[in-house]
Antibody, heavy 120, light 108 residues
Framework: EVRLVESGGGLVKPGGSLRLSCAAS????????MNWVRQVPGKGLEWVSS????????NYADSARGRFTISRDNAQNSLFLQMRTLRAEDTAVYYC?????????????WGRGTPVTVSS | ENVLTQSPGTLSLSPGERATLSCRAS???????LAWYQQKPGQTPRLLIY???SRATGIPDRFSGSGSGTDFTLTISRLEPEDFAVYYC?????????FGPGTKVDIK
């Protein structure tokens, strides 16, 4: 079965750190760009970051640049998002999504998301 | 940075009716790199349309996309009960790849 499964979300205090993971299965992970998209409950979708197939290209939303780091391990079929200096406004469900075509591409496969809550 | 706006914010229709959703970009969308997603409550987003008008795998033909330049439309020809959801447009192939704010299609 083709799927993405996120993990690593949780409750963290402002200023804290969290590392999200996304495990891919059922497809050749190394041939796809990958992405993180977040959604505040009840609100719209916000793109956070993208990484190319071999990790040589990385892009970030202004809200994430300098605090978040995207990475991938093609040998382990995994995507990561290291989040530092977290703020209340980072509270959201974080989805990993597979990218198709022109980097960062459109997103044809999504995980179910992992919730992140930043609160004291 | 391109900004996408969607209208209307909410569309109240009955099953069987036609739904027309609009997505407008502040700058021209190059290469027709415009996608649409559907998200039902409590569910993950699902790709409907890419390349302005190409349906993703498994998407019924009552969903169609059209447009060019800065104006795009998602049409649902006859609403089924499972189509009541929020729909987002997105430009891709650029960074950042913006999403529109969404149009909610709810039952009248």
């Amino acid at each position: 079965e083709v799927r993405l499964v996120e993990s690593g979300g949780g409750l963290v205090k402002p200023g804290g750190s969290l590392r999200l993971s996304c495990a891919a299965s059922g497809f050749t992970f190394r041939t796809y760009s990958m992405n993180w998209v977040r959604q505040v409950p009840g609100k719209g979708l916000e793109w956070v970051s993208s990484i190319s197939t071999i990790g040589d290209l990385k892009n970030y939303a202004d809200s994430a640049r300098g605090r978040f780091t995207i990475s991938r391990d093609n040998a382990q079929n995994s995507l990561f998002l290291q989040m530092r200096t977290l703020r209340a406004e980072d509270t959201a469900v974080y989805y990993c999504a597979r990218g198709i075509l022109s980097y960062p591409g459109y997103f044809d496969l999504w995980g179910r998301g992992t919730p992140v809550t930043v609160s004291s | 940075e391109n900004v996408l706006t969607q209208s209307p914010g909410t569309l109240s229709l009955s099953p069987g009716e036609r739904a027309t959703l609009s997505c407008r970009a502040s700058q021209s969308v190059s290469n027709n790199y415009l996608a649409w997603y559907q998200q039902k409550p409590g569910q993950t987003p699902r790709l409907l349309i890419y390349g302005v008008s190409s349906r993703a795998t498994g998407i019924p033909d009552r969903f169609s996309g059209s447009g060019s330049g800065t104006d795009f439309t998602l049409t649902i020809s006859r609403l089924e009960p499972e189509d009541f959801a929020v729909y987002y447009c997105q430009q891709y192939g650029i960074s950042p790849p913006p999403f529109g704010p969404g149009t909610k299609v709810d039952i009248k």
